[in-house]
């Protein structure tokens, strides 16, 4: 098993220095817009962490263009008349994919730290846990279809439980990678947070995953990771002073429209199943956040209000 991460590791560290270059690529246009071929080498050349001081070959460039087109469906085009300028003719196709999307602005942001890395001293990153070495090992095992022989610790139980699982995808949230399957010894899709595997292997069985089964479709009403089996319910939501503008910038869910605008508030529609992780949310927001419907998630909510208030009722002034 060493020996094949071993292997993992190195393949994955040249596929994502190339990976690193298409990006670099796509996103010089996406900021440009339009560029020559000349521009874009000269571009390339002042960019020291690949280029080394080296122009572009252009059949370098015309290879990684059909790379490009390959592996993330972005067409790059040339406009022939006015300077042979070349552009990406499907803009849609990154904000369409939520995994190249993901892909290329996580490598943008090493490629800009690691080209900054003289300020290493003055960039704060706040790393948490996020059980990242076991992700190789799922993913190899999805690919192939293959059942895990997992050694889990929940945060519930005095000690870790061994069974077998069938990986289905994983999910990134809140900084913490997630794998979502079936759970042989009891016969259902659970949610397992990576963090928490003490252990796993790849076993040599493998299994099928149900055609009706869509990770988009299972997650489509859900905020975060926990899975309850109610139905999406009609949330409004009002937001007060500055704070409507950040939630209009970063929606919470995919779902979110605006209803109302006023100078004091705005009025946030969402559809959802309104469970854990999504109360934990509003919670994180505090005044600045109001649920006005359903009445089931406003009475939800005050009822942890007034448990929080509890805690602190005794506080000495």
Known sequence: MRQYVSIFTAHTFNCMTQIQKYTWLI????NAGRLSYQEISARWERNFMFSEGNPLPRATFNRWREDIRNLFQIEISCQRTAGNLYYIENPDAIEDDAVGKYILDSISAGNLIYENRSL???IVIDHKPS???HLPYILSAMKENRSIKMTYQSF????????LFEPYCVKLFENRWYVLGRNLKRNVLL???LDRILDLTIEENRFKIPQSFSADKFYHNLYGIVSEKDKPKRI???AYGNHAKYLASLPLHHSQQTLEKTEEYTDFELFLVPEYDFIMRLLHDGALIEVLQPLSLRKAMKGWITDMYELYEDTEK
């Open 27 to 30: 996103n010089t246009l996406r």
């Open 236 to 238: 409004v939501l009002r």
């Open 191 to 193: 949610c397992y947070g």
């Open 156 to 163: 519930e139980d005095s000690s870790p439980n061994v069974f």
């Open 120 to 122: 290493k001293d003055r």
């Open 131 to 133: 059980g990242y070495n």
